[in-house]
Nanobody
Framework: QVQLVESGGGLVQPGGSLRLSCAAS????????MGWYRQTPGKERELVAT???????NYSDSVKGRFTISRDNGKNTVYLQANSPKPEDTAVYYC?????????WGKGTLVTVSS
């Protein structure tokens, strides 16, 4: 079992910056890929970014060049640095961890981009 707890959401102005954190606990030695997904009402959850245990990253086209995912394996934490957010980035952001093909999810943190 893996438990994930997100933090860092809130209100941010367009063009500002925000950093999300996700702390993992439990059977963390077996975690390979970690990532961030987001969801808005009435839409499916979508990929934002992922990072493997070796540091390989993958981004959705909508955030590429603006968001950066990073991982501190010593602290069992994954981060999402969101620079120059846009109103369309408003969503509940969920942390994800993959263990032998099983997906674990955090409860989510709301990010609102508005002036």
């Amino acid at each position: 079992q893996v438990q994930l707890v997100e933090s860092g959401g809130g209100l941010v102005q367009p063009g500002g910056s925000l950093r999300l954190s996700c702390a993992a606990s439990g059977t963390i030695f077996s975690i390979n890929t970690m990532g961030w997904y987001r969801q808005t009402p009435g839409k499916e959850r979508e990929l934002v970014a992922t990072i493997t245990s070796s540091g390989s990253t993958n981004y959705s086209d909508s955030v590429k060049g603006r968001f950066t995912i990073s991982r501190d394996n010593g602290k069992n934490t994954v981060y999402l640095q969101a620079n120059s957010p846009k109103p369309e980035d408003t969503a509940v952001y969920y942390c994800n961890a993959q263990v032998y093909g099983i997906h674990y999810w955090g409860k989510g943190t709301l990010v609102t981009v508005s002036s």
